[in-house]
C-alpha cells in the first residue's frame, strides 16, 4: 500500500543530542516537505524538496537540515536539539504540480529537555 | 495581513446542522485551494481540492470557491460528532511559490 511513514512518532531527548527524524515515502512522489507545528497553531513550512539532490529552506527560520538521496527518502537533522525545538514535525509529500493535494505522515512529536 | 486567514473559532453546531467554515486568502494570483480535516493530535488529512470558481461537491463536503472576492468555504451537510476536528485551509499561493501555505484552521465542534 502506498504511503508515507515517519520515525520515531515521540521523541524525547537531552539538549545537545543530534537527532534524525526520518521519513519515507512509497508513492514515487517528487515532492517532498517538513513542516513544523506546535499544539493548536497553523503549519510553518520549514524544507521542501523538488527530488533528488534538491532541498530549499521554507519560510520558517530553522536550524534544521534535510538531505535527499534518493526519492523516497527525506530526512530531517538537528545537530545539537534545544527546548526551543520542541514541537510537531509533519513531512509530507505530493505529485508533480500545484493542482495537487499533500499527504501527510503520522508526524513526530519531538520534546528536547 | 496573513496570506490564509481562518476564524479560529470554535464553531459549535448541532449534529445533523450544517457547519460553514471560511477561508480568505491575500494573493489574487493564487490557483489551488485545498481543505484539510486535523484531528486532536493526528496529521492533516486531504477532503477537498477546488480551482475553479463555484461549487465542488463531494458526499456530505462542498468547497465554495470566489476568486473575485478571495475565498473559499466548506459546507459540511448533515454534520455528525465525528466531524468534530480543526479544517485546515491551504492555498497554493501565487504563481510559482514553492509549497502550500496553511491557515490556522477552524476548531469545530458538533453537538449531539
Known amino acids: 500500500e502506498a504511503d508515507i511513514y515517519q520515525t520515531p512518532r515521540y521523541l524525547v531527548i537531552g539538549t545537545g543530542k543530534k537527532i534524525t527524524l526520518e521519513c519515507s515515502q512509497t508513492?514515487?512522489?517528487?515532492?517532498m516537505y517538513w513542516y513544523q507545528q506546535d499544539p493548536g497553531m497553523e503549519l510553518h513550512l520549514i524544507h521542501y524538496?523538488?527530488?533528488?539532490?534538491?532541498?530549499e529552506k521554507g519560510d520558517l527560520s530553522s536550524e534544521s537540515t534535510v538531505s535527499r538521496i534518493r526519492t523516497e527518502h527525506f530526512p530531517l537533522t538537528l545537530e545539537s536539539a534545544r527546548p526551543s525545538h520542541t514541537s510537531q514535525y509533519l513531512c509530507?509529500?505530493?505529485?508533480?504540480?500545484?493542482?495537487?493535494?499533500?499527504?501527510f505522515g503520522s508526524g513526530t512529536r519531538l520534546t528536547v529537555v | 495581513q496573513k496570506e490564509v486567514e481562518q476564524n479560529s473559532g470554535p464553531l459549535s453546531v448541532p449534529e445533523g446542522a450544517i457547519a460553514s467554515l471560511n477561508c480568505t486568502y491575500s494573493?489574487?494570483?493564487?490557483?489551488?485551494f485545498f481543505w484539510y480535516r486535523q484531528y486532536s493530535g493526528k496529521s492533516p488529512e486531504l477532503i477537498m481540492s477546488?480551482?475553479?470558481?463555484g461549487d465542488k461537491e463531494d458526499g456530505r463536503f462542498t468547497a465554495q470557491l470566489n476568486k473575485a472576492s478571495q475565498y473559499v468555504s466548506l459546507l459540511i451537510r448533515d454534520s455528525q460528532p465525528s466531524d468534530s476536528a480543526t479544517y485546515l485551509c491551504?492555498?497554493?499561493?501565487?504563481?510559482?511559490?514553492?509549497?502550500?501555505?496553511f491557515g490556522s484552521g477552524t476548531r469545530l465542534q458538533v453537538q449531539p
Open positions: 477546488i480551482y475553479s470558481n
Open positions: 508513492m514515487g512522489h517528487d515532492k
Open positions: 509530507a509529500s505530493s505529485a508533480g504540480t500545484a493542482n495537487y493535494g499533500y499527504t
Open positions: 494573493d489574487r494570483g493564487s490557483q489551488s
Open positions: 491551504a492555498v497554493n499561493v501565487g504563481t510559482g511559490r514553492r509549497a502550500l501555505t
Open positions: 524538496s523538488y527530488g533528488v539532490n534538491s532541498t
